[in-house]
């Protein structure tokens, strides 16, 4: 009875504890593999200006074998803080909120990115944060992976 008692006490403290704390954000894209190399000597190039943005969807732009773009396609921005090197930010283009595929947000020149179906604006140079309402919803993020060559990059999950 007394095992009962402290095992019960035990999964108690377990729960609380877990319960406290800070809310985490939630990635609920549907998980697909993203694996992409960008060139900022080739056709990427318009990616090298601090701010500017280039999107990617499937079928819309040549893939490599063995490349995916992600869920909805990717959306990668050079960072508006970028000095001398590019600083490149990756998200997958579907919106958190709708999780359709074929619903994708729609990047602007201010760092911004708005869905045109639920409208909700997300924060691109924050993490892709949602900036019109408090939610822990936010655009996935990839991440990039420079390589030895400055201008080529690896997108991966």
């Known amino acids: 009875m007394k095992i009962l008692k402290y095992t019960f006490i035990v999964s108690l403290l377990v729960v609380l504890c877990s319960a406290c704390g800070k809310e985490e954000d939630k990635n609920v894209i549907p998980a697909e593999p993203v694996n992409f190399k960008v060139n900022l000597n080739s056709a ?12 990617y969807i499937k079928g819309n732009y040549p893939i ?14 050079n960072s508006f803080y970028a000095t001398n090197t590019p600083d490149l930010l990756a998200y ?11 619903i994708r947000v729609k990047a602007d ?3 911004k990115a708005k869905c045109p179906k639920c409208g909700r604006i997300y924060n691109l140079m924050e993490n892709g944060r949602v900036v019109s309402e408090s939610s822990n919803l936010h655009l996935q993020r990839y991440v ?6 400055p201008d080529v990059f690896y997108i991966t999950r």
């Open 44 to 55: 990427d190039a318009v990616l090298r200006t601090p701010g500017s943005y280039k999107e």
């Open 92 to 102: 997958d283009l579907s919106c958190p909120n709708e999780l359709a595929r074929e």
């Open 64 to 77: 490599l074998a063995g490349e995916s773009l992600g869920y909805g396609g990717l959306l990668i921005i």
């Open 144 to 149: 990039v992976v420079p390589t030895s060559n």
């Open 109 to 111: 020149n201010n760092g």
